[in-house]
């Protein structure tokens, strides 16, 4: 069995007195793309929140590629990580947010350019070539030298997922990516990710409503409940095979 | 005292005054930069992630702000040489870039405060997705979107900086007020120099107000096309 990308282990988080998550194991597998589902406050965004070290867990340990993301040694210790173990770990990561969080300040294609030659210090040159052919795959290369406000809000969105994309991480998380969207909108993003989906070898986690697409194209579905892994494993176990009645409500509730 | 206008005068005076010009435009440039660097340091310094820390520098902004520019000008040329230890003599020119520069870096610096804080979340949390280093994500994210929009408030302090300038004659800096003041002294007529310095300070102050108002519309539009995609 191939070791996983990413491991939680009984991952907990409050919110002051509110407790978010309740213990979470989770296993990914290198390549597999799972979809995160369940009702709103359930602690979805956490999860992957935590995994891009946006916020930190309050208890437990999150493994990223046989590395500890949170803790490091220190003095044969294990200590809370600093910036530079944070920022070694996290290189292997890339996010997709709800709102876009595009540069407004850079062309769609600087916005793609910048990370690749400030954080990882590539070619120029090389970088330029990778980030043309990134965002004409998601449909958008004849928007190279528009800015961000000139885009609409699918556009926009694409261009966040080519911008993560160059950066050629093994881990891509997806937050809720057509949450803001005009729902004329949605299908266009969709379409991309359904593309990543069959063509990359990356793993996956998406943190959706769009029911119906997440069941299509996961390996694994996680129905979250309460701060708990309620119910897990591929789309048909979770939806035709499972007796957990809440999830059943849920399901019901997306999809009349 | 002669208390008639004189033309005679004026045109004795203009080139008296004229001669401390270079001095008090060159003050006040070397004041605003001082300022402008300055406030960086104040406005990192108070985002050190340490209570009593942060404490102390808002404490030390305060002080130095609700005390008068001449009170702390005198404290620096005067008083300062005469504290056992640490006292410094300090030349005019540099005690009033001293004292000028820090009193009005502390407004600057919260002017960077207001544009910093101005930006959204997300362009900190998409940087740290991305994995700049904290010097990148200010050099290349943050800072180019927080200080465009705050640059007609920085221009407002460079012409009140600029008035405040005849402060330094205070402390025998040969700025074009100390130059008005010690003809008057000499010829006994202060009206013809005086009028001078308001005159020169008004043609040089003017045109940088129209300037800054032009940019400050520049600048709205441009942050107005921003705020519209969101």
Redesign the interface.
């Known amino acids: 069995m191939t070791e996983p990308i990413v491991r939680f282990q009984d991952v907990h988080k409050s919110f002051g007195d509110f407790d978010v998550l309740k213990g979470i194991n989770l296993d990914i597998k290198p390549a597999e793309k799972v979809a995160v589902i369940g009702p709103s406050g359930s602690g979805k965004t956490t999860i992957i929140r935590m995994l891009?070290?946006?916020e930190e867990p309050s208890s437990g340990d999150i493994i990223v590629d046989g590395k500890n993301l949170w803790k490091m040694k220190k003095k044969e210790k294990m200590v809370k990580a600093n910036?530079k173990h944070l920022?070694e770990v996290?290189?292997d990561?890339?996010?997709v947010?709800q709102?876009?969080?595009?540069?407004?300040?850079m062309t769609i294609l600087e916005n793609c350019m910048?990370?690749p030659i400030?954080?990882k210090k590539e070619n120029k040159e090389e970088v330029r070539d990778r980030s043309v052919k990134m965002l004409e795959r998601v449909g958008l290369g004849d928007k190279l030298d528009s800015y961000?406000?000139q885009l609409s809000g699918g556009q926009k969105q694409r261009v966040a997922m080519a911008?993560?994309l160059v950066?050629r991480p093994k881990i891509m998380l997806f937050d809720e990516v057509t949450s803001a969207l005009d729902p004329e909108l949605v299908g266009e993003v969709l379409e991309v990710i359904r593309d990543l989906a069959k063509h990359e070898d990356m793993a996956m986690v998406l943190v959706t409503h769009e029911m119906d697409f997440a069941l299509d194209i996961a390996d694994k579905v996680l129905f979250l409940d309460e701060g708990v892994i309620a119910e897990q494993g591929t789309a048909s176990e979770v939806i035709e095979h499972s007796e957990n009645e809440r999830l059943q409500g849920f399901l019901r509730r997306f999809r009349g | 005292m002669n208390n008639n206008w004189s033309w005679e005068t004026f045109m004795d005076a203009l080139p008296f005054v004229l001669q401390g010009l270079w001095i008090t435009v060159s003050l006040t440039i070397t004041c605003y930069l001082f300022a402008l660097l300055l406030g960086f340091v104040w406005t990192f310094l108070r985002k050190v992630p340490n209570k009593f820390f942060n404490w102390v520098v808002t404490w030390v902004m305060e002080f130095i702000r609700s005390t008068p520019p001449l009170v702390q000008l005198f404290f620096l040329f005067y008083a300062w040489p005469m504290i056992p230890g640490i006292g410094v003599t300090l030349s005019p020119f540099t005690s009033a870039v001293l004292g000028l520069g820090i009193h009005f870096s502390t407004y600057i610096g919260e002017i960077y405060r207001s544009g910093i804080e101005s930006i959204?979340k997300?362009?900190w949390?998409?940087s740290?997705?991305?994995?700049?280093?904290?010097i990148?994500k200010w050099r290349?994210?943050i800072l180019?979107?927080a200080i465009p929009p705050t640059i007609p408030m920085l221009g407002n302090y460079f012409i009140i900086m600029f008035k405040e300038v005849p402060l330094a004659s205070t402390i025998t800096v040969a700025g074009i007020m100390l130059m008005a003041n010690s003809y008057g002294a000499q010829n006994w007529s202060y009206l013809e120099p005086l009028t001078i310095v308001g005159i020169i300070f008004l043609v040089l102050s003017y045109p940088s107000a129209v300037l800054i108002k032009k940019l400050e519309v520049k600048m709205n539009a441009r942050f107005d096309?921003?705020a519209?995609?969101?």
């Open positions: 891009m070290t946006l910036e920022r996290r290189g990561i890339g996010m947010f709102h876009f969080n595009l540069f407004p300040h910048t990370a400030h954080v961000p406000n911008r993560a950066m | 959204d997300g362009q949390e998409a740290k997705a991305l994995n700049f280093s904290t990148d290349k994210i180019p979107q096309k921003n519209a995609i969101k």
